[in-house]
């Protein structure tokens, strides 16, 4: 779900963002966090909202509210406790917010629900209104 969503940000944003798909351990990556202005990441959530409901959550304010994940996953540790090591190591980054999208099915290998194919778009404005909310334009001098 998060590939689908972060492959379609990438075309429409294209190189004024990084995009990462990230399968795999994500305590990997929270050292190449710190120092970034903005970090956006996606996920799917098991809290118990309808399929294809799409939240966002301000990580820096306070830790990630239980979004039903085990502490472990197909990340290794879940993202809560994940962002947890991060804010203690002080490798947050200026500003993290979370996008998650509840899902369905939770089998490795399945494919997405009807409810969260439809709610990609949702999720892809979510992220893109992040980003567009990073950049600071400045008009070129006269």
Do not use: K
């Amino acid at each position: 779900m998060g590939t689908l969503v972060a492959l379609e940000v990438a075309g429409r944003l294209g190189a004024r963002v990084e995009v990462r798909s990230v399968g795999g351990d994500l305590t990997r990556e929270i050292e190449d966090w710190q120092g970034r202005p903005l970090l956006v990441l996606i996920d799917a959530m098991h809290s118990g909202a309808p399929p294809g409901t799409v939240r966002r959550f301000d990580a820096n304010a306070a830790c990630l509210p239980d979004l039903g994940e085990p502490a472990t996953s197909t990340h290794g540790l879940g993202l809560g406790p994940v962002l947890e090591l991060a804010r203690l190591l002080g490798y947050l980054p200026a500003r993290l917010v979370v996008v998650a999208i509840e899902g369905r099915r939770f089998t490795v290998g399945t494919l997405p629900s009807p409810e969260v194919l439809s709610a990609v778009g949702a999720a892809v404005a979510l992220v893109e209104s992040e980003v567009e909310g990073a950049f600071i334009f400045t008009p070129p001098a006269r």
